[in-house]
């Protein structure tokens, strides 16, 4: 008897297969399969064998993180390894505002609830933001010679205020209970619990992210991702968190964002009235709206859920506290984390977080607090200390000239411009622009060759600078220092203008190194040298330092102080944000590691009145190849 076969997966194939055994049988042989009913038998069972390999194709699918393509699957497995997908992440603003109430109110305080709407516009579109709790303000003087209600510092949450109740009843002791707003920011969660519909206090509840710690009795809550997509409150059972009981009322309420969208707005206004006809509101913005995210998309969770499991949620290696943090924190562009042992200088039984904002957003103090109080101590060896770096930005300008062969393109040498400067542009995007990554020259300038077969050549000089903000005053001296952690060419250091307070006088000037490591201060008007010794520069290491500058004001009222440099040859070739190059004894010393550095592309314009050179140019020539 024949066997059929049962490896093929395609129709036709597996037709085929059908067919040639029942061909084989003894009681089929004067059978026509191509003209006969049992033709579209055979169909039927063809089509039937195809659809259920896709099915099971479909369903290993499905179980693996890795290939898995529905979210709720990738959610699924996510949660077998204890993670908890992020959810989208509200704008968020600090705001002052002043009431001057009318004479007819007499009260002497006063309360902007968790409930009062604040309006911004962006892009023509109107956002709501509340304020993240209730705040009280005293009557007291104000600036006008009036009394009134002075607000120091108002957190406002961009979105909409949504408020759930649900009645425990005998199936659902421990949930869940589904909150259907795919948008919410669970980090404004608020969950209370009534004892029932006949008592009025309200009992709030905490969210915990962990198991671990929560005791039989602990009033705790947790949060998960449904397989709708959105998210669902789960209780304890009495032996994990406290179980609900029936007849219980559960109030959550929470703020659902427009995420991104709600970034950069930086004018508030109230429109309800809170003390009376003719009050007047002042607001003061302290910072834009910011940190607003989309939620976790699935290559997020594809990327961290792996990655967050392998921590067996402590914090013990550096990997884990980037995973710990990122799980957390969303609006993280990129994270270094480096011990004591490995700091310069070294400072044993610490570890050093440095974190870089996404663009549009900032981290907080509130934020490393949270961090280091919440995130890390529960997790982290006992007697480790965490401390916080702030990232230092070092800007690289590229003055690109391409030569290119004009018989074998129709590409003007404008067009040829633009789009080598929106491949540097590009190059720099996908490559650096945060922490622990270093350049390449050899990259950058493979990638600009990419771009044509026509491009026969490829020379850029490269130039570095720094930028210092909040310089200026007239009494207080300033210490300005800088790592370029590349060696630097002697002789080519300048800074941008500012006005310099040497020996009681002012004077315009600008600094430049005398090619044997101090720098000297050089008068704008005249290039007439006012200080010959106003500090240092390391030229092997890359190391500026000017110890104590006087500068009322910047050039031209410039947003801020710039010293530019040129790399050597050799370190043009590789500008190292992490990695340390290896030496001998004979050798000379070279930049260390810096592991707080972000490499970003400059792309200033030229300005004379404050001394800012240009950040990107790229100069194209067409010529005719030899043959």
Not at 106 to 120: K, M, P, V, W
Not at 446 to 452: M, Y
Not at 601 to 617: F, I, K, N, P
Request: glycine share 6%; charged share 20%; hydrophobic share 35%.
């Amino acid at each position: 008897m024949a066997e059929l076969r049962v490896t093929e997966l395609d129709f036709d194939a597996i037709k085929a297969n059908l067919k040639t055994f029942l061909k084989a049988q003894e009681e089929l042989t004067d059978y026509n399969f191509e003209g006969s009913a049992l033709n579209v038998l055979l169909d039927i069972l063809a089509y039937n064998t195809h659809y259920n390999a896709i099915l099971a194709h479909l369903n290993a699918n499905e179980m693996f993180i890795d290939s898995a393509v529905k979210r709720n699957s990738v959610v699924s497995i996510a949660k077998t390894l204890g993670y908890m997908p992020t959810s989208a992440r509200a704008a968020r603003a600090n705001v002052s505002v002043t009431i001057t109430p009318p004479g007819a109110y007499t009260e002497t305080t006063l309360d902007i609830t968790r409930d009062t709407i604040f309006s911004a516009s962006l892009n023509n579109t109107s956002y709501t933001f509340y304020p993240k709790e209730g705040y009280t303000a005293a009557r007291s003087s104000l600036s006008n010679n009036t009394t009134g209600f002075f607000f120091e510092d108002i957190e406002l949450i961009e979105g909409r205020r949504v408020l759930h109740q649900f009645i425990v009843t005998s199936d659902i002791l421990s949930g869940p209970f589904l909150l259907p707003n795919e948008n919410l920011d669970t980090t404004t969660l608020r969950v209370r619990v009534q004892e029932s519909t006949t008592t009025d206090t309200l009992v709030t509840w905490n969210y915990s992210d962990s198991a671990l710690g929560v005791a039989g009795d602990d009033t705790s809550f947790f949060v998960e991702e449904s397989s709708t997509g959105q998210y669902q409150i789960v209780f304890g059972d009495n032996i994990i968190g406290k179980q609900l009981s029936v007849g219980n009322v559960v109030y959550v309420d929470y703020i659902t964002s427009h995420g991104i969208d709600g970034n950069y707005a930086s004018s508030f206004t109230i429109s309800q009235t809170l003390t009376g006809s003719g009050e007047q509101k002042a607001i003061a913005t302290l910072s834009n709206s910011y940190g607003g995210v989309a939620r976790e998309t699935l290559d997020g969770i594809r990327y961290n859920a792996p990655r967050f499991n392998a921590t067996k949620n402590r914090a013990v290696t550096a990997q884990d506290y980037k995973t710990l943090i990122s799980a957390r924190f969303p609006n993280v562009n990129s994270i270094s984390v480096w011990g004591g042992e490995d700091n310069d200088p070294p400072i044993y039984g610490k570890v050093f977080v440095c974190l870089e904002a996404a663009t549009g957003s900032i981290i907080t103090q509130d934020d490393k607090d949270i961090i280091t109080t919440e995130v890390l101590g529960p997790r982290s060896v006992v007697s480790i200390q965490t401390e916080f770096a702030d990232p230092e930005y070092t800007y690289i300008g590229v003055n690109a000239t391409v030569k290119y062969d004009a018989k074998t393109t129709s590409t003007t040498s404008m067009q040829m411009s633009s789009a080598i400067r929106s491949n540097i542009q590009s190059f720099f995007s996908t490559n650096l622009s945060k922490l622990r990554k270093n350049f390449y020259y050899s990259q950058m300038t493979g990638q600009i060759f990419d771009i044509s077969p026509a491009i026969i050549s490829v020379s850029a000089e490269i130039r570095l600078h720094k930028r210092w903000t909040g310089l200026e005053s007239t009494t207080r001296d300033t210490d300005i220092s800088g790592n370029f952690n590349a060696e630097i060419r002697p002789g080519t250091l300048r800074s941008s203008i500012a006005t310099l307070t040497i020996g009681g006088v002012n004077y315009e000037s600008y600094l430049v190194d005398d090619s044997a490591g101090t720098l000297v201060v050089k008068s704008v008007s005249d290039d007439s040298i006012i200080s010959s010794d106003f500090g240092t520069i390391d030229y092997t290491t890359g190391v500026v330092y000017v110890p104590s500058a006087l500068i009322p004001s910047l050039g031209g009222d410039a947003p801020n102080f710039r010293i530019y440099v040129t790399p050597s040859k050799e370190s043009a070739d590789i500008l190292s944000s992490v990695i340390r190059t290896a030496t001998v004894s004979t050798a000379a010393v070279r930049p260390t590691v810096s592991r707080n550095i972000v490499l970003k592309l400059d792309t200033s314009a030229s300005d004379t009145t404050y001394g800012y050179e240009t950040g990107l140019a790229v100069t194209s020539y067409p010529q005719i190849q030899d043959q």
